[in-house]
């Protein structure tokens, strides 16, 4: 376990985002019906019921992706930043996966947490604080073209953002935002690391752990079922499985198994989210503290638990 070290969210961020992204928002707008280009960032208000989380938004538009809504919380100091983005699980966007952000900013890293469709279901949605956004685009598979289209978007906009570091960019993905960051990652994504919390892991997957290209941290719970939110692909032993694989084929992968826990453990149990934090900090700041190709990391040994 590592101190915690309290940092600011930078108030200077919404001047820098209202000059950077705002200013020429019209011609960028022109430009990015064109193929492969950037989407359209810019400034703009707190949700209703989120005005005292302190961090700024953003709306992220790109052509057939619809108006994607982001909240950015940036560390102390004037960066560049490595920036980790936050896909929230089927439950939808919520206040929870905003102070993730908030917590990844005090440890240095920029945190942006997307609401990447809109609105949510399932039984997870008792744990959470909803956060209302409906120009997002609708609930996907995490697994089809449309939610991989609508993750690279996200990824190609914070490349953009003032202060972030284009070369050390993550994903954290919870549940069905963890399906649609493998997923990604397996469809040759533009990330340097990813961070896997209670995602499901179909038995296929396995079969593609030798295109895996970048390091991945595994958090999951032993108590993982459907009765809080997740799903046969979830159990378990489905991570374990998917975690051999990864080893199997020489891929740098570490594994946190946490005793008990169940699927949403991240939002009923503090000790647990703080844990998870300072964790997904520690593998990011390893992976983004050298200049070595992924390729050339070794997988770690062993996989370790955790019990609160």
């Known amino acids: 376990m590592h101190p915690r070290t309290t940092l600011h969210v930078v108030a200077s961020l919404g001047t820098l985002l209202s000059l950077a992204l705002t200013g020429c928002q019209e011609s960028t707008t022109k430009t990015s019906r064109a193929k492969g280009a950037l989407p359209v960032v810019s400034a703009t208000d707190a949700p209703p019921g989120s005005d005292t989380l302190a961090v700024k938004w953003i709306k992220v538009t790109a052509p057939d992706t619809g108006v994607m809504l982001a909240a950015v919380a940036q560390p102390q100091g004037a960066g560049p930043f490595p920036a980790v983005i936050i ?9 929870q996966y905003v102070q993730l952000a908030q917590a990844m900013a005090r440890s240095g890293v920029l945190g942006v947490a997307a609401c990447w469709f809109s609105g ?3 039984t997870g949605l008792r744990f959470i604080t909803p956060i209302e956004w409906s120009e997002a685009p609708p609930m996907s598979d995490a ?11 996200l990824v190609k906009a914070v490349r953009t953002l003032p202060g972030v570091r284009t070369d050390r960019v993550a994903l954290f993905g919870h549940s069905r935002g963890g399906g649609a960051t493998l997923n990604y990652i397996l469809g040759g994504g533009t990330v340097q690391a990813a ?32 009765a809080d939110g997740g799903s046969a692909f979830t159990n378990v032993q489905m991570a374990r499985n998917f975690e051999a694989a990864l080893r199997r084929a020489g891929k740098p992968v570490e594994a946190i198994y946490y005793e008990g826990a169940s699927h949403n453990a991240i939002f009923t149990s503090a000790t647990q989210r703080d844990d998870e934090v300072q964790r997904t900090m520690a593998f990011l700041h390893n992976i983004f503290s050298t200049d070595r190709p992924h390729h050339a990391m070794q997988p770690t040994a062993g996989r370790r638990s955790a019990s609160f």
């Open 87 to 95: 896909l929230h699980g089927s439950h939808g966007f919520a206040q």
């Open 195 to 226: 961070v896997l919390n209670s995602a499901g892991y179909p038995a296929e997957l396995g079969e593609r752990a030798p295109e895996v290209k970048i390091p991945i941290l595994i958090l999951h719970g032993t108590a993982d079922s459907p």
């Open 120 to 122: 949510g279901r399932g």
């Open 143 to 153: 697994s089809s073209p449309v939610a991989q289209q609508t993750v690279d978007t």
